[in-house]
């Protein structure tokens, strides 16, 4: 894959992917916000690959949140200097023994709520490879029945302040 590397306004990226499912949220009675991003740093990404990613975290949140549920997008500025990229949301979540297995092409993992969701299961894996050639890391903190935090973290040297 070759990447177009620019620097990316964080913002500009997550509003422009909030206004892509927004709509879905609304028919799935799910509410959606934004952490506010003021004095986030720039970020040296590519910008269409950095939507598919946000647009995958976003649309399987809204999968998998139950109607009263929340979605919050954000992003920070680590103490290590890395720049932390967030979709959480108040879902179903994942078993922890599912987590290296949702991970894998073509996985979901069974439960009647998967099963009422057509998907590829090609989403995730698809997340890990376009944050791996940009050099991020992906990470998932869930909880059954609590909810989920799917994190992309990338390192400092691509991360553009003042
Ligand atoms: P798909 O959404 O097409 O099934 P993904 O690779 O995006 O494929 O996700 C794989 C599986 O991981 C899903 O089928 C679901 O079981 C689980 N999953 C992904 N995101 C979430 C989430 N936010 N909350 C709960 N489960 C999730």
Do not use: Y
């Not at 598919?52 to 103490?79: M, W």
């Not at 073509?106 to 944050?131: C, D, M, W």
């Amino acid at each position: 894959m070759d990447l177009s590397e620019d620097k990316i306004d964080i913002g500009e990226v997550v509003n422009a992917c909030m206004r892509m499912v927004r709509e879905r949220a609304k028919s799935a009675q799910v509410f959606l916000s934004i952490e506010p991003l003021n004095g986030c740093p720039g970020l040296l990404a590519d910008e269409r690959r950095l939507k598919q990613i946000l647009l995958n975290l976003l649309s399987n949140a809204v999968k998998f949140t139950p109607p009263d549920g929340h979605i919050r997008i954000g992003a920070n500025e680590e103490a290590n200097g890395e720049l932390r990229l967030w979709v959480e949301d108040t879902g179903i979540g994942i078993a922890p023994e599912d987590i290296p297995l949702v991970l894998k092409p073509f996985s979901q993992v069974a439960s009647s709520h998967t099963r009422s969701h057509e998907g590829t299961g090609l989403g995730l894996a698809l997340v890990k490879s376009l944050s791996e050639i940009q050099g991020a890391t992906l990470d998932i903190d869930s909880a059954p029945g609590k909810g989920t935090t799917v994190s992309v973290r990338f390192p400092s040297e691509r991360v553009l302040r003042g």
